[in-house]
């Protein structure tokens, strides 16, 4: 079990940073022991959604970009959220294959790659405000494992 | 992330190393690109063993590829030998329609 900890981190919106934030949160995420997959489906998660917050929020323009980040007993929560131009209909762009920007060759799996890799998924957005995603991760303990 | 290609008989190879996001596709996009077109080649192999990192960005990139090769009537195999890079690649349905190997002898014969 381990004793609440928590973070936050608050960044430019510049692609380069994509690999930046999911390290941090990856670093953060090791006090709970965690296995390599598990830390790798934590990396992949952030990824996702912070870049989803640099071409969709942000749409390559300039804004901040900030990560929360929570761990407790054995499960880790992460908020990725943006000052961005909001999703008009999560349903639609929570579809796997969906997306709004085909030309960028995006491949519409973001979402569904947050849902496979997390265990808990939410997405709150706003037209014109943002969009908040927290992800939550459920880490096997030392004792479950063989 | 770190590339490097190789033209054998119509197949360009490009081995990739590093990690694979939206970040580094960008660029890597046009560069394959560029070969591809700029050398008039029919195939394509990506070889992902050297990726310790891609996530769906690098999705949209293999997807790109293969239409590029299509267009062709060429193929685009996948080398790959790492467990989460597959997840991935099979959680995109990709693998249906591109080859995976494990080596580049695989791929090409004779």
């Keep these: 079990m381990v004793e609440r900890n928590y973070m936050r981190l608050e960044f430019l919106s510049k692609s380069n940073n994509e690999s930046f934030a999911r390290v941090v949160v990856a670093a953060f995420a090791s006090q709970l022991d965690p296995t390599i997959e598990e830390l790798s489906d934590i990396k992949t998660a952030v990824s996702e959604a912070v870049t989803n917050s640099i071409i969709h929020g942000y749409e390559y323009k300039e804004g901040m970009v900030i990560i929360e980040a929570t761990i407790e007993d054995n499960r880790i929560e992460i908020i990725v959220e943006d000052k961005g131009k909001g999703i008009e209909d999560i349903d639609k762009a929570m579809e796997p294959f969906y997306t709004s920007k085909p030309d960028l060759e995006r491949s519409g799996m973001g979402f569904t790659v947050m849902e496979t890799f997390m265990d808990g998924l939410e997405v709150e957005s706003q037209v014109g405000k943002g969009t908040r995603v927290k992800m939550i991760k459920n880490f096997k303990s030392l004792s479950d494992r063989e | ?110």
């Design chain 2, 1 to 110: 992330m770190r590339f490097s290609t190789d033209t054998i008989k119509d197949h360009l190879i490009i081995k990739l190393e590093g990690e694979l996001d939206h970040h580094t596709s960008e660029e890597l996009r046009k560069k394959i690109d560029q070969l591809y077109f700029s050398n008039n080649l029919l195939n394509m192999v990506l070889d992902l063993r050297g990726l310790n990192f891609m996530d769906s960005s690098g999705i949209g990139l293999i997807m790109g590829r293969y239409k590029n090769c299509k267009e062709r009537k060429g193929n685009l195999s996948i080398i790959s030998t790492n467990p989460h890079i597959e997840r991935i690649l099979k959680m995109s349905g990709l693998l249906k329609i591109v080859n995976l190997y494990s080596s580049i002898d695989e791929i090409i014969k004779g």
